[in-house]
């Protein structure tokens, strides 16, 4: 897939590079991670993002717009691409075959299923394990055509200031919206305080997922679906002058999702038709046969 607009080898190197950026601190570890851990790979730490990781983000925030988000929003919301079954929506995302080496980086069903066993093995509710089943199913937009920018990527609110804590803060001096001094105040075309659900974060699986689904799941659930990689809010605490009473509740549930998210382990292969049984009962107890992509 890497080519000048896609310079990752895989879209995983984007997650590799946030566990070089927020490494799991061991207090935080549950017995289930502590026990994976230590047999997970080593991985470095102090090290540099990889320049390909750096390539993502220049383009990330060069291109990720407010004209582009509404575009995308326009283009996609329709939900009128294709009718699937979640279980049908994880095959057709395991389609997608990156450049990277097929021993390192699992298929992506395997991410899914590895993200809600965590969450499973930890005892938490039957809404939480299926959040972690879909969350990611957001990245068949890679699928359409989509570079892989507009697809994964730290999200952050467009059409205001960008926060010196985004990643490579920097690139944005490229992006035309950095110009537009209507963009660059602290609240930019937002309310003070309008609320999480009112801004129009960068766009990517997360956003468009929360559409796809956002009729059958309990609210903390679309949390963790919809913000779980805004890092810049939920793990830096930046936008707080755009946060509404409530937020703050939901992001504690995008906190305890991201662990799993993150941190589970990740080389650990999964028995996918095995687990099929447990999950295709979960998704019948909240899904339709069919959603609208
Ligand atoms: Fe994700
Ligand atoms: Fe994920």
């Known amino acids: 897939m890497s080519d000048s607009n896609n310079p990752l080898e895989s879209l995983d190197n984007w997650e590799d590079d946030l566990l070089r950026r927020y490494p799991q601190p061991e207090s935080q570890m549950t017995a289930t991670m502590q026990a994976a851990s230590q047999t997970a790979d080593f991985r470095n730490y102090d090290a540099e993002a990889r320049p390909c990781v750096k390539e993502f983000y220049r383009l990330n925030h060069q291109y990720q717009t407010l004209e582009f988000n509404r575009q995308k929003r326009a283009e996609y919301l329709t939900l009128d691409r294709r009718s699937m079954g979640i279980w049908e929506a994880m095959q057709f995302l395991n389609e997608l075959v990156d450049d990277s080496d097929p021993d390192i980086d699992l298929p992506q069903i395997e991410h899914l299923l590895q993200t809600a066993e965590a969450i499973r093995a930890d005892g938490r509710p039957r809404w939480f394990i299926l959040a972690g089943l879909v969350h990611d199913l957001g990245k068949i937009l890679c699928l359409w055509g989509e570079p892989q920018w507009a697809v994964v990527g730290d999200t952050f609110p467009v059409g205001c200031r960008y926060s010196e804590r985004i990643v490579f803060y920097d690139a944005f001096e490229a992006n035309p919206d950095k110009q537009v001094a209507e963009y660059q105040t602290e609240c930019g075309i937002y309310q003070p305080h309008c609320g999480l659900d009112n801004l129009l974060l960068s766009w990517g699986h997360d956003e468009y997922l929360y559409h796809v689904v956002k009729d059958y799941l ?52 999964m028995d996918v038709e095995g687990l099929r049984p447990f999950y295709e009962e979960l998704i019948g107890e909240y899904f339709p046969e069919k959603l609208a992509w």
């Open 218 to 269: 309990p609210a903390p659930a679309l949390a963790m679906i919809r913000y779980h990689s805004c890092y810049p809010i939920h793990r830096e605490h930046a936008y707080q002058p755009l946060l509404k009473d409530g937020d703050a509740e939901l992001l504690k549930w995008v906190t305890d999702f991201n662990q799993y998210d993150l941190y589970t382990k990740r080389d650990e292969r």
